[in-house]
């Protein structure tokens, strides 16, 4: 009977080592596949050409610049928003049923899924606020998108901050605005840069949400009423209608080292956090 | 008289190390069979540590490292092809805090049975109201066998995890602090069990209550910065004490 | 400056209140344009009609529906044990460092865009498990867009959630619980088995539900793999449409009948998604405290 034991446990532990072994065998696979095939045709030509033919010919310049405009409008609109809500949450809010609504309408908000904020920017605007498909109703979108991101990291860098800061400020006779400004969120800084981050590396990653509300020219935008394409709608769009394997592999991977440098990044930031803190 | 008993643990030139730390210094003392062995000291001075190596429970901290001789039933139990499992269920254990599963009276006490092997359910079932009575508890807690065991009350709980380890039938019973999250009520009776378990049980209790040290145990032994300074019968080590330092902390003049 | 510093709480507490517009604002547009279709076509035929033809003005998600549920399932059935599985190994195998390798290694998973999961299904996964079923039935007719390419594919993307809220919940089991097991002579493997993921059954049982809500509002990976053919799947070797994908792949050149029944499948997919999100909540705070002894 011992040794039935031992041979279950053996059995037991070893199972879960294989079946850790396929996760990180699938991590590299799908990682090592896309980075294989997409990497010999990363060119500075395809980085600097803009798309022609629908993309068969050419590089994806109009489509970074759409990426970059997208995205980083996204992140300049969430991130005062999200920290300052944040502040409310964990430096002004009193416990009371206005607060826990709200909080929980943000916690709802993160469970969302992109199709339907695809569908409200669509709806809100695109049509009803005649903004058309643009970079703006995209930014928009994905700003609301990544909002509780940027609020959930930035209330726990928040909640690190010693209690005795706060106070040795205001002991000093300043207001609890400029403790906040002076001492509380310069403290945050690394925590609001990983959420900042993280909802980027979102944002870009985004496809479902960004269709619905963008559009999808491949010319180059002139201004944030224009309609444009990001890299993972590219993507989306060569992938499903076969138009260039040779310019699909180099999107994808593309794509997926610059999601992978967002994302450690943010790690590296928020390890530092750690330390600091 | 203790020389005529058999020794359950004999433990000689024992040294424990938390990675560089020495936490336990040379420590020589024999256990004998049907006691209650009694460990006193001060806090910090090693002897939770001592009770938890002798069924190898250290092994769950990092760094831990054990040297010198260690034998329970004559056999050397950090010896390599030694059968630790076989070990826990013969020495048996009760913590500080009572830690019932968050499962059912029932559960908990079948955990250990099952565990060994035991299927038949009528034999599960008279394992449970065998243990239960013996602490004492079948009275109270016969009629919700299958409610959380979490709703019982500290002692209650105490005394069910004490069952707990009846049911694996262990012949040693080590007890750390095993009354000190309770109330006075409840260890009192804690306390008349234990009298009643070493008729069939030896048991190595740690206390820092030095009158329940005098009250309940055969034999004392007295812990210092790691160090056995006395190790002796109970009544002597609470009369005569043949160390100066044990005298002083029996009389409570530190500690 | 007292003035001043009231208009900044002022500002700040409109910041605060813009999650909880949106989630206002996003529920009366999707409402507001579903609605109509859904009073016209009554909700209990618009949810079990069994034919989805748009060109005819024939709206019924049942099929939809179906792909949705047999997906998310599908996904559920393969990524829960997994994750559990790799979940005890993070925790209790491994060593601190290499379990903190290995997360990263699962967070990277997570980071991943969905339609490079779609893309990656898309070129490997469906071709295979076309060739697979071509060498088990040769005469089979079935191209790889199914149940179950969908099914893989979402399950590799919710393992993340699962393993990652499933290692938090055994690292959270009180060690006095592994302590009492190991004392009885119970060794690791029944010590895991019996106590510890009993004991972290609500958390991993709401990373399942979370893992659950993610997988049915997921749409770039599943509809690139899943075929989207909207009608009743009858293997798992089925093309499906989900609703995800229906809404995505239709908007573009829907009529104006046809985009409210997409947005009426908004409306089902959120409240979906928000019994769901609400249960796993639920889950947390009512089970996740009486793991404790008072």
Redesign the interface.
């Known amino acids: 009977?011992?040794s039935g034991?031992v041979i279950?446990?053996k059995i037991?532990?070893g199972?879960?080592?294989v079946?850790?072994a396929?996760?990180?065998a699938?991590?590299i696979i799908?990682?090592g596949?896309?980075l294989v095939k997409g990497l010999p045709h990363i060119s500075w030509e395809f980085l600097s050409q803009e798309p022609s033919n629908m993309g068969r010919e050419g590089g994806i310049f109009s489509v970074i610049i759409g990426t970059l405009l997208c995205t980083l409008l996204a992140v300049l609109i969430a991130t005062?928003?999200?920290v300052?809500?944040a502040?409310?949450?964990n430096e002004?809010?009193k416990e009371g049923r206005l607060v826990a609504?709200?909080r929980f309408?943000?916690?709802?908000?993160a469970?969302?899924?992109?199709?339907?904020?695809?569908?409200?920017g669509?709806?809100?605007f695109v049509v009803?606020l005649g903004m058309g498909w643009s970079i703006l109703a995209c930014g928009l979108t994905l700003a609301?998108m990544i909002?509780?991101t940027i609020?959930r990291s930035t209330e726990e860098a928040l909640k690190t901050v010693p209690m005795s800061y706060r106070e040795g400020s205001l002991a000093l006779g300043s207001?609890?605005?400029h403790t906040i400004v002076a001492v509380v969120l310069p403290c945050c800084r690394s925590g609001i840069l990983t959420g900042v981050i993280l909802g980027l590396?979102r944002a870009?990653?985004?496809?479902?949400a960004v269709?619905?509300t963008v559009g999808g020219a491949l010319n180059m935008p002139t201004s944030l009423m224009d309609s444009t394409r990001t890299m993972?709608?590219h993507?989306?769009t060569l992938?499903?209608e076969g138009i260039s394997d040779e310019k699909?592999y180099a999107t994808?991977a593309l794509?997926?080292i610059l999601?992978?440098l967002?994302?450690t990044a943010a790690?590296l930031i928020s390890r530092k956090a750690m330390k600091d803190s | 008289m203790n020389t005529m008993k058999k020794k359950a643990f004999e433990i000689r030139d024992m040294d424990l190390y938390y990675g560089n730390f020495q936490a336990l210094k040379q420590l020589n003392i024999d256990i004998y069979e049907k006691d209650v062995t009694a460990l006193i000291g001060p806090s910090g001075c090693g002897k939770s540590t001592f009770l938890r190596s002798l069924n190898r429970m250290n092994d769950l901290v990092k760094g831990c490292r054990i040297e010198g001789d260690i034998r329970f039933d004559g056999e050397d139990i950090y010896a390599k092809d030694y059968d630790i499992i076989t070990l826990r269920k013969n020495v048996g254990m009760v913590f500080q805090q009572p830690n019932p599963f968050p499962k059912s009276i029932y559960e908990n006490i079948v955990y250990g049975p099952k565990i060994h092997g035991v299927r038949d359910k009528k034999t599960l079932n008279e394992i449970v109201e065998r243990t239960l009575k013996e602490v004492g508890l079948w009275e109270e807690v016969h009629d919700r066998l299958h409610r959380s065991a979490l709703g019982l009350s500290g002692g209650q709980q105490q005394r069910l995890c004490i069952a707990r380890c009846l049911a694996v039938e262990p012949e040693v019973i080590l007890m750390d602090e095993p009354t000190s999250a309770l109330d006075p009520v409840a260890t009192s009776k804690i306390e008349a069990l234990i009298q009643e378990l070493k008729t069939k049980y030896t048991i190595v209790i740690v206390t820092h209550n030095m009158q329940q040290a005098a009250r309940i145990s055969d034999r004392t032994a007295f812990f210092l910065v790691g160090e056995i300074l006395e190790v002796d019968d109970t009544q002597k080590i609470f009369t005569n004490p043949a160390n100066k330092k044990t005298e002083e902390y029996i009389s409570g003049r530190f500690g | 400056m007292k003035f001043s510093e009231k208009l900044v709480e002022k500002i700040i507490f409109a910041c605060a209140a813009v999650s909880a517009a949106s989630v206002a604002l996003i529920t009366i547009f999707i409402f507001g344009r579903g609605l109509p279709i859904l009073a016209k076509v009554g909700p209990v035929a618009f949810i079990t009609g069994g034919n989805w033809s748009p060109g005819n003005e024939v709206y019924g998600i049942l099929p939809l529906i179906a792909g949705s549920i047999s997906v998310t399932l599908g996904a559920l059935i393969i990524g829960v044990p997994l994750g559990i599985s790799c979940a005890v190994f993070l925790a209790e195998v491994l060593g601190k460092r290499q379990a903190k390798f290995f997360q990263s290694a699962i967070e990277l998973l997570a980071g991943i865009p969905s339609v490079v999961y779609g893309f990656f299904g898309l070129i490997i996964l469906v071709p295979a498990l076309r060739k697979l079923t071509h060498a088990i039935h040769a005469d089979s007719g079935a191209t790889g867009f199914s149940i179950l390419a969908g099914a893989i594919i979402l399950a590799i993307m919710i393992l993340p959630t699962i393993v990652s809220m499933s290692t938090n919940a055994i690292n959270a089991v009180p060690l006095k619980y592994r302590e009492a097991s190991l004392a009885m002579g119970a060794d690791k493997r029944e010590t895991i088995t019996k106590v510890i993921l009993p004991a972290a059954k609500s958390g991993i049982f709401s990373s399942a539900v979370l893992g659950m809500g993610r997988a049915i509002g997921e749409t770039m990976a599943v509809m690139m793999v899943t075929g989207n053919v909207a009608s009743l799947p009858t293997g798992i070797m089925s093309p499906v449409a989900t609703m995800t994908g229906t809404i995505a792949m239709e908007m573009s050149y829907a009529t104006p009948t046809h985009q409210q029944a997409l947005f009426a499948i908004g409306i089902v997919l959120f409240i979906i998604i928000m019994i769901l999100n609400g249960s796993a909540q639920l889950i947390m705070k009512k089970l996740g405290g009486g793991t404790e002894s008072a």
């Open positions: 009977m011992r034991k279950k446990s037991y532990f199972g879960t080592w079946i850790a396929i996760t990180l699938v991590l799908i990682i596949f896309v005062p928003i999200g300052a809500g502040v409310h949450f002004y809010a609504v709200i309408f943000t916690e709802i908000l469970g969302i899924p992109s199709i339907i904020f695809g569908l409200f669509f709806a809100f009803a609301i909002l509780p609020v207001t609890k605005w590396g870009i990653g985004e496809t479902a269709m619905l993972a709608l993507l989306y992938a499903n699909t994808a794509l997926i999601v992978l967002i994302n790690d």
